[in-house]
């Protein structure tokens, strides 16, 4: 590496300073939030000098979010970030367009206005990377160099491990999937709306991979029992949950809880039941037990949930995990608490792509997103990452329309609510609110790297 | 700490998403106040009581009405952090209300009896 430190010093108080600065314009904002909004865009002044170029890969929540982050934190650093996106999807916010609560429109951001001015915009995509040469390659062929990087291209939905699938069938013949778009959620609604007011019978299904929001399966299937029970079409309505695993949760107060809620919804589960086919056209799904029986089952509505897996440009890297539970997926082989590459310390990991057990979310980035900067910063500067990651995640789990349960859980599984108040396993208007109103503007202070 | 923070940073978001709105809404509280510092013998005290019931009033109706526009209702209240929230923004809700009706009212509000009007002396 050829990162040349300049006078690298290290001091909170600047930081300390733009923050006391921010509160004291926040307290003025019914009558000056144009003005405020303006004057905390500007980057504070920077903690740390370096002329180290770093490379990010990917412009979803958490490229943003370190991007805004290391701008402002950082003096003379070149900054480049690579992905191809203008749009930038609000994807938590998936899940209530595809059960009818916002509008399609709510959950599309332009990537443009939550950069930062200063940092240099590759629109192109990382095919690969090859680190021992401290390079990234993108699709176009370009080949950009980095003193570090961040890799935080999120993960690969791999529909293609469906026989049979097509994402552009979403929303036809009762095919639904929340996952692929804001297009895709959209679709996903009026399926359900067209589903609840003719009932039937509905497969709800769980892949047996890693899973970004690994609640949007169960909050899919709560939200259909709601919405049909608002149509009055329940009881002439079948609703089952095909897992591949043999749980539907991998926190088992969560797992056990939604299981006796299901049993109450009248919600069977199958467990170990994978599904590896579709026929759009008849409305005929395969599903695959442990022991190689394939059972194919009829529908009327199916939510479909993908495997996923790292993109082919991680995947097929050296910087893959190699060995483990992780590298079938092809999942960045990072440190679990320091977020750093295990064998590349100039490599750091953010969001969907870490091969680290649980945690593919928006809270996730919330709570790594500033530890990732910090440690990269403590690097840059000649020193050992100085933060540890406990793994924190969080899902507010629609229950029905108007009530939810707030999750947060760590590495270990244990229930860490963020206000000890907050009761994690009850149903609530406060967690409800939450997911309706007020996390989209806490996703935006992420991306913007305030908090 | 971090969650007051946090929570500071989603008031200012939201309140980027409702910029004309709140800007529509600081004119009219600044023509407001101006209307009533600038009138001559405003009863500011006068108009207090009736302000602070009508601040009341839209802090009542808020812990109907919040619910149902955030499309929930009011049984949905599962425990005691859901009715905290509900009374916390149905509180704001009146405080706003009462922001605007005082000035509004004193503004308005007819001369004091006992005012120099009258050509008695005081």
Sequence with gaps: MTTRIQDATVTAAPTDIGRRRFMLRASALPLGAAALSAATSRPARAAVKTSAHIVIAGSGLGGVAIANRLSRELDGAKITIVDRKEIHNYQPGYTLVATGIWPVAKVSDRNADLLPGRVEWVKDMAAGFDPDANTLVTEGGQRIRYDYLVVATGLHLDFAQIDGMDVSAIGANGLTSVYPGPQAAQATWLAMDAFRRQGGEALMTLPATPLKCAGAPLKMTFMLVDRLREAGMRASSKVGFHSALDNIFSVKPVNDDVLRRWADLDVPVTFNSKLVGIDIGARRATFLTPEGERNELGYDFIHVVPPMRAPDAVKNSPLAWQDGPFAAGGWLEVDKDTLRHRRYPNVFGLGDINGTPRGKTAATIKKSAPLVARNLIDVIAGGEPSQRFDGYTSCPLLLREGSALLVEFDYEGRLVPSLPMIEPLQDSYFAWLMKYRLLKPAYMAVAKGRV | ?122
């Design chain 2, 1 to 122: 700490m971090y969650e007051i923070w946090l929570g500071l940073n989603i008031v200012f978001e939201l309140a980027l998403t409702a910029l004309p709105w709140l800007g529509g809404a600081a004119a009219v509280w600044i023509a407001l106040m101006s209307a009533a510092l600038l009138r001559r013998h405003a009863h500011w005290r006068e108009a207090l009581p009736a302000s602070l019931v009508i601040g009341a009033t839209f802090a009542a109706l808020a812990v109907w009405l919040v619910p149902f526009v955030t499309r929930s209702s009011i049984s949905e209240m599962g425990y005691w952090v859901d009715w905290a929230n509900l009374i916390g923004l149905s509180v704001a809700v009146g405080g706003l209300a009462f922001a605007f009706v005082w000035p509004l009212l004193t503004a308005v509000s007819g001369p004091r009896q006992d005012t120099p009007t009258s050509g008695q002396p005081t």
